[in-house]
């Protein structure tokens, strides 16, 4: 078969155009591609919701990829390693209560299988601003992160949504946007993002599945931002406070969406 270059270009500008009309109306945006924001939607997909993840970056998997100061091993506690086996991802047992994982292998098969399961993921687009209907967030408003970079000036475009996460880690970019441009008062103790702590692992991963949870009418944190939303310590190269808190994220939307 000859190859035609303009064949080839129709394809790719028709089936992502096709894929990203179908996902202009969804049930849960996911704004962020680390562990958390994959794990819901992977969970969410599962349970036949419609939902579309959106990275700023080239990659998905946040700071997974890197492990430890680019060490390709993370860690994850027992209550972690259920997920992983659930997803058929290889641990190995150092000493009890701790277990490693290949960093690449994690995340490639959380992409993968949320994929498979039926999310859409989408790249190297940005989320600039909310969409707000009668003090709820109904949508996220999104642009191309290189619109972004090069710092011109080009509308966005929107996608409605009856369910965010903001699971962009310790940038906390959806609930910022809430804070300064809607006004509102979040779900905090000061009702605003609080800001994270200093690394403390323990203390950390406990803390991220208490602040999984709504901030404002439609929008739920997880993962990094919980915990940079409610003011609690980082946790670094540990992942299974991550996991779980994708796994809680998702079944308290299951819960509203019922």
Same mark, same amino acid.
């Given at each position: 078969?000859?190859?035609?270059?303009?064949?080839?270009?129709?394809?790719?500008?028709?089936?992502?155009?096709?894929?990203?009309?179908?996902?202009?109306?969804?049930?849960?945006?996911?704004?962020?591609?680390?562990?958390?924001?994959?794990?819901?939607?992977?969970?969410?997909?599962?349970?036949?919701?419609?939902?579309? @993840?959106?990275?700023?970056? @080239?990659?998905?998997?946040?700071?997974?990829?890197?492990?430890?100061? $680019?060490?390709?091993?993370?860690?994850?506690?027992?209550?972690?390693?259920? @997920?992983?086996?659930?997803?058929?991802?290889?641990?190995?047992?150092?000493?009890?209560?701790?277990?490693?994982?290949?960093?690449?292998?994690?995340?490639?098969?959380?992409?993968?299988?949320?994929?498979?399961?039926?999310?859409?993921?989408?790249?190297?687009?940005?989320?600039?601003?909310?969409?707000?209907?009668?003090?709820?967030?109904?949508?996220?408003?999104?642009?191309?992160?290189?619109?972004? $970079?090069?710092?011109?000036?080009?509308?966005?475009?929107?996608?409605?949504?009856?369910?965010?996460?903001?699971?962009?880690?310790?940038?906390?970019?959806?609930?910022?946007?809430?804070?300064?441009?809607?006004?509102?008062?979040?779900?905090?103790?000061?009702?605003?993002?609080?800001?994270?702590?200093?690394?403390?692992?323990?203390?950390?991963?406990?803390?991220?599945?208490?602040?999984?949870?709504?901030?404002?009418?439609?929008?739920?944190?997880?993962?990094?931002?919980?915990?940079?939303?409610?003011?609690?310590?980082? $946790?670094?190269?540990?992942?299974?406070? $991550? @996991?779980?808190?994708?796994?809680?994220?998702?079944?308290?939307?299951?819960?509203?969406?019922?």
């Amino acid at each position: 078969m000859k190859l035609d270059e303009t064949t080839i270009s129709r394809a790719i500008i028709d089936r992502f155009t096709d894929k990203l009309k179908d996902a202009l109306s969804l049930d849960v945006a996911i704004v962020g591609g680390g562990p958390a924001g994959l794990m819901a939607a992977y969970l969410l997909a599962k349970k036949n919701k419609k939902v579309a @993840l959106f990275e700023r970056k @080239l990659s998905i998997g946040g700071g997974m990829w890197g492990g430890g100061m $680019m060490f390709n091993e993370i860690v994850v506690q027992e209550e972690g390693k259920r @997920l992983l086996d659930e997803l058929s991802i290889g641990t190995h047992q150092y000493q009890e209560g701790y277990y490693t994982a290949d960093s690449v292998e994690t995340v490639s098969t959380l992409c993968s299988q949320a994929v498979r399961a039926g999310a859409k993921i989408f790249n190297l687009i940005s989320v600039e601003d909310v969409m707000v209907r009668e003090e709820r967030v109904t949508g996220i408003v999104i642009n191309w992160t290189a619109v972004e $970079m090069a710092s011109l000036h080009v509308d966005p475009l929107c996608i409605e949504s009856k369910c965010v996460v903001d699971a962009t880690g310790h940038a906390t970019e959806v609930a910022k946007v809430i804070e300064k441009k809607v006004g509102a008062h979040l779900l905090t103790e000061t009702g605003r993002v609080v800001g994270e702590q200093s690394l403390w692992a323990d203390v950390a991963e406990e803390a991220t599945l208490e602040n999984t949870r709504a901030i404002y009418p439609g929008v739920y944190v997880a993962g990094m931002s919980a915990n940079a939303t409610f003011g609690n310590h980082r $946790m670094g190269p540990v992942f299974g406070g $991550m @996991l779980l808190s994708g796994e809680k994220v998702a079944a308290l939307i299951l819960k509203e969406l019922k």
